[in-house]
């Protein structure tokens, strides 16, 4: 028997009746589990913090939930959960040694809790006002596409020879109990930095912003990160991954009783490269965002828009030690 997908972009069919990952109809509309799990929130005490969402209405992380079916959990996502638990407690050693597919399934499940009670908000604001729910089509493919994925935790999904992500790692000299999160639901960009390390992962580019970012990973790949480089590094890759203009595409392949998804090539028909041009500006309006906990200002850091201030890199192109950059942790 052929595997069945589930596809909600197709019906749009975000209801808490139904399982987010298997659409499988649900006891009761409170079963459900939290989007940020219930270990991360209590280790960092997150429960009643804000949480901005997109409407710039203001939740709390604990009440971010999204329904899914008490089996799916136990079966698929509560050991899924241990492992990266048990990984982030152990640091960065620790996450390092860990499949970069559990990683990427596991940002990608709370990315996509995320966009669920976003796209719930959305639906409901729309239907309120009397209007029709819109939402372009290259989202959706995104979304579907992150979903799709998200399916090979329980059911027999392989991915052909591609990673379809970009995923960055490095030790970070963090405060002992210092959480910081951020995403970008629109590009499927994540990060996080706790611990003694910080992770950013594009979750749909098949590897582009990794290769996009190579010259500057060949300097800094594993050094320590002071706060202030790892949250630089990270600007780049929000900026880069704003600045990708595909949408991967992949063949769904039924074999037996496996479904195999291949990447398609990145260009395409089209001779455009795969990045808009990079802006010295709006990339330090990004830093100024990213640097907020120290206060930077834009003019401050673009004062040479060509080459827009840094603490990564000197001004000799070499990566600036850790240990001698002198701003407050």
């Known amino acids: 028997m052929s595997v069945q997908l589930y596809k909600p972009f197709e019906s749009f069919n975000f209801s808490n009746k139904q399982c987010f990952l298997s659409g499988e109809t649900l006891s009761s509309s409170e079963e459900k589990i939290a989007v940020f799990p219930a270990w991360l929130m209590s280790r960092y005490n997150l429960q009643q913090q804000p949480f901005k969402l997109l409407d710039e209405s203001m939740a709390t992380y604990g009440d971010l939930k999204i329904p899914c079916s008490a089996a799916i959990n136990e079966q698929y996502l509560e050991p899924l959960e241990q492992r ?140 320590t990160l002071h706060p202030i480089q790892f949250e630089e590094f990270s600007g780049r890759v929000f900026y880069s991954a704003y600045l990708f203009n595909r949408l991967p595409e992949y063949d769904i392949l039924p074999v037996g009783d496996e479904v195999y998804l291949e990447a398609m090539g990145l260009k395409g028909m089209s001779a455009k490269p795969l990045f808009d041009d990079w802006l010295g500006k709006t990339y330090g309006q990004v830093l100024e965002t990213f640097w907020k906990p120290w206060g930077f200002l834009l003019l401050e850091i673009i004062k040479n828009p060509e080459h827009p201030m840094s603490f990564l890199l000197d001004k000799e192109e070499n990566f600036i030690p850790a240990d001698t950059i002198n701003q407050p942790i």
């Not at 960065?92 to 990427?104: H, T």
């Not at 959305?122 to 209007?131: K, L, P």
């Not at 790692?169 to 590009?187: G, P, Q």
């Open 84 to 223: 990266i638990a048990d990984a982030f407690e152990g640091g960065y050693d620790a996450v390092k040694v860990l499949d970069e597919m559990q990683l990427f399934l596991w940002a990608g499940k709370l990315l996509y809790g995320i966009i669920f009670n976003e796209l719930q908000i959305a639906i409901r604001q729309s239907h309120a006002q009397g209007e029709e729910f819109n939402i372009s089509q290259s989202i959706i493919h995104k979304f579907s596409n992150l979903h799709l994925m998200l399916q090979s935790l329980n059911k027999p999904i392989i991915f052909e020879e591609f990673k379809p992500f970009s995923l960055f790692l490095f030790k970070v000299n963090n405060h002992e109990n210092e959480f910081a999160y951020r995403d970008e639901i629109n590009t499927l960009t994540f990060a996080i930095r706790v611990r003694d390390f910080g992770l950013v992962i594009c979750l749909q580019d098949n590897g582009a912003n990794r290769n996009y970012h190579k010259n500057i990973l060949s300097k800094i790949e594993g050094q």
